[in-house]
């Protein structure tokens, strides 16, 4: 049996004609650019997270930029964010001048670890971006707490938890800005790039939606220097009818997830752990082995996908050598690096490929 790791063949075949129907309107309006579907694909996300402004940007990536940018960030500044992400969270920082810092995570949920946040503070720091890594939010009462304490900015990268929820609140909706990405793979994913950034501040909304368009409120009236990061009518177009399945879609994964959990309760492998008041909408299903290497390519040999989350942590790569970070100094992050690795999980899954999936990884341990 071949099981991928992501299967979106299956998901367009549940909603073929929705997804025909809008991208055949988008082509009969011939309004490309910023039209209807993204000012309302903006409200609905808007309304989906629990805030009042939406901004439909390029992709994820921009999403952040822009946010950081929106807040100031810039020369001699220092954001803190966590190491056990993609590289986007710590590189959108450094495109503006300003200096990531890294801080450990937790050992059980891998999300940002609130004590390390604080340790981490100096007088240049001015924002802190935790990342709702894999689809669990981070502790956002205590990140609020230190940003609160003192005076921080807090951007949640939402890119992989749209849906997502703390104590009843969504992810994006707890800090000043959130961001999320619409890339193929993400729970609501396009068929191209997309982002969106949400916020309750009407100035900062004002300000972002300039800088997505060149600094321009009015077009040839440029306020400022911007950027050419404008979200596609079709991929609006699309999300817009993905939105309308996205609980569904992410109570599936949830379900999914705690059946391989109970698939895997014998199985020398750790299994994700769910904080108490997050509500764990599964990006991916990450678990972590000592064997990882060698079960990751057992798996593959058997027609299993797989990806590893993250190879190499952020603080290490090559890039960020001149920051001076060495092994062992975010132990947490460096141990979770050398044994996660993700199982398939969509919801279209069915439990036959679950349970292949877990008797090939029994087989390993086993032989």
């Known amino acids: 049996m071949e099981v991928k790791l992501l299967d979106l063949k299956k998901q367009y075949e549940t909603i073929e004609n929705e997804i025909n129907s809008s991208i ?16 309302k694909l903006e409200e609905e996300i808007a309304e989906f997270t629990g ?16 946010a950081l940018r929106a807040l100031g960030i810039g020369e001699g500044d220092e954001v803190i964010t966590t190491p056990f992400t993609f590289f986007a969270s710590a590189e959108t920082t ?60 807090v951007i949640e990268d939402a890119c992989q938890a749209i849906g997502s929820e703390y104590k009843g609140k969504r992810a994006g909706s707890i800090g ?11 729970n609501l994913g396009g068929y191209g790039d997309g982002g969106m950034i949400v916020t309750n501040d009407k100035k900062l909304a004002e ?33 817009r009818v993905k939105l309308n399945h996205l609980v569904e879609w992410n109570n599936l994964r949830n379900e999914k997830a705690h059946y391989y959990n109970q698939l895997l309760k014998d199985v020398d492998i750790i299994t994700p752990v769910e904080d108490k008041n997050v509500k764990h909408i ?12 060698d079960l990751v390519k057992y798996l593959k040999e058997n027609g299993i996908g797989t990806g590893i989350y993250y190879p190499i942590p952020v603080h290490m ?16 992050t460096e141990e979770a690096c050398t044994m996660t690795f993700a199982l398939p999980l969509f919801p279209e899954i069915t439990k036959e490929q679950q349970e292949y999936v877990v008797s090939v990884v029994k087989k390993f341990f086993n032989k």
């Open 207 to 239: 300000k972002m939606k300039m800088l997505r368009v060149h600094g321009s409120k009015i077009k040839y009236h440029h306020e400022m220097i911007g950027y050419n990061s404008r979200l596609d009518e079709i991929q609006a177009a699309i999300l």
């Open 317 to 332: 790569q090559k890039t960020y050598e001149h920051l001076g970070y060495k092994e062992g100094d975010l132990p947490v």
């Open 24 to 39: 055949k309107n988008v082509l009969s309006s011939a309004q490309f650019i910023m039209g209807p579907n993204v000012k």
């Open 94 to 153: 450094s495109i503006l001048g300003a200096t990531p810092v890294f801080a450990d995570i937790n050992k059980d949920t891998l999300c940002i670890d609130p004590d390390s946040i604080e340790e981490k503070i100096t007088e240049n720091t001015k924002a802190i971006i935790p990342v709702h890594i894999f689809g669990q939010m981070c502790d956002m009462d205590r990140i609020m707490e230190i940003a609160k304490k003192h005076n921080l900015y």
């Open 282 to 293: 599964y990006h991916m299903y990450v678990v972590r082995s000592k064997r990882r290497d």
């Open 176 to 186: 000043h800005i959130g961001t999320y990405s619409f890339f193929p793979t993400k």
């Open 51 to 66: 805030v009042k402004y939406g901004i439909g940007v390029g992709n994820g990536t921009d999403a952040l930029l822009i």
